[in-house]
């Protein structure tokens, strides 16, 4: 038997209950994952809360990420072996697809096809804690197409995202502006290589900035048109998740400079991609260009006490489940 993690329906915390369940063979083309570590995101609690719909139905089993070691394999498995250390995204099967259950358990099937090999030069905690933020930040600021003195606005700097974008951008020469909601959370950002701080619960931030050439958006509705008004001629904005909602508005007149808005999303991501970003991740935790910046543990059997941590926003940085 195995710990996983299930909710029979959509509510508060208090939905995700911890279940033993006897865990099947790999099939063919599948692997068995013992999993180190599950990444908690903010999409599995908007999937949780109801506000994002799955389509898998009943019971659901969330998570969008695992980091783990290869137990097994099926037939036909190939790039990956018994042993191996290895990363998932559940790329298009768990998350709102809900067609398989998701990183929130001990032992995790999954198609090979959506596994890549975690380098020998990054411990397995580092790679599940850096995981699918990591991953998000470094293909999102690669269509911001950054530059070495760019002025660079990242919304929601604290979240486990926003962590690592502004040690990438920093990394790279830009010039970061990190923004948030609570002053005192924000102040962390400065040793992640932030070079100002914007309080977007102030009625003046945008007006006490001066232009901006990039905007890495996490925050959606709340920000988003007086984030589009900073941006100078040339500027580009990539809309990455909104926290705050994704209805977005501007003035149209806002567009009649050359600027550029564009967006990314991991549900993009296929084996190959993955294996690209983990490999450059890998060489940037090397180079002391990206670390984990704060790490919350929580047991999987209190996935429940998890989500209540992240949707206080009391938290900085990566929060993980463990095994």
């Known amino acids: 038997?195995?710990?996983?993690?299930?909710?029979?329906?959509?509510?508060?915390?208090?939905?995700?209950?911890?279940?033993?369940?006897?865990?099947?063979?790999?099939?063919?083309?599948?692997?068995?994952?013992?999993?180190?570590?599950?990444?908690?995101?903010?999409?599995?609690?908007?999937?949780?809360s109801g506000e994002w719909p799955q389509a898998g139905g009943w019971p659901y089993v969330p998570g969008l990420e695992a980091c783990g070691t290869v137990e097994a394999i099926g037939t036909g498995v190939a790039g990956v072996a018994v042993g191996d250390r290895v990363i998932t995204m559940m790329q298009r099967l768990g998350g709102i697809h809900g067609l398989r259950p998701g990183g929130y358990q001990e032992l995790l099937l999954c198609p090979a096809a959506t596994l890549v090999r975690v380098p020998p030069s990054l411990d397995l905690e580092t790679a599940g804690a850096l995981g699918l933020p990591a991953v998000t930040a470094l293909l999102a600021i690669r269509a911001l197409e950054v530059a070495p003195g760019l002025r660079v606005l990242v919304h929601a700097a604290t979240s486990a995202v926003g962590t690592c974008a502004v040690q990438l951008l920093a990394a790279a020469g830009c010039h970061v502006i990190a923004s948030g909601t609570r002053p005192g959370k924000l102040e962390r950002a400065r040793a992640l290589g932030a070079a100002e701080l914007a309080i977007t619960t102030e009625a003046s931030w945008a007006a006490e900035l001066a232009p901006v050439d990039r905007v890495f958006d996490l925050v959606g509705r709340a920000t988003f048109a007086a984030s589009v008004d900073l941006l100078a001629p040339g500027g580009r904005l990539v809309f990455v998740g909104g926290t705050s909602g994704g209805d977005l508005s501007l003035s149209g007149w806002a567009l009649m400079r050359p600027v550029t808005l564009t967006g990314y999303s991991s549900e993009t991501l296929d084996r190959a991609q993955l294996a690209g970003a983990i490999a450059e991740i890998a060489g940037a935790v090397a180079r002391g260009a990206l670390g984990v910046a704060e790490l919350t543990r929580v047991p999987l059997a209190e996935a429940a006490r998890a989500h209540a941590l992240l949707e206080s926003g009391q938290l900085t940085g990566r929060l993980v489940l463990t095994t």
Do not use: T, Y
């Open 1 to 48: 038997m195995a710990l996983r993690i299930e909710m029979e329906r959509h509510g508060g915390p208090e939905v995700l209950r911890p279940v033993d369940r006897e865990p099947a063979a790999p099939r063919e083309g599948e692997a068995l994952i013992r999993v180190a570590l599950a990444g908690v995101n903010r999409a599995d609690c908007f999937i949780r």
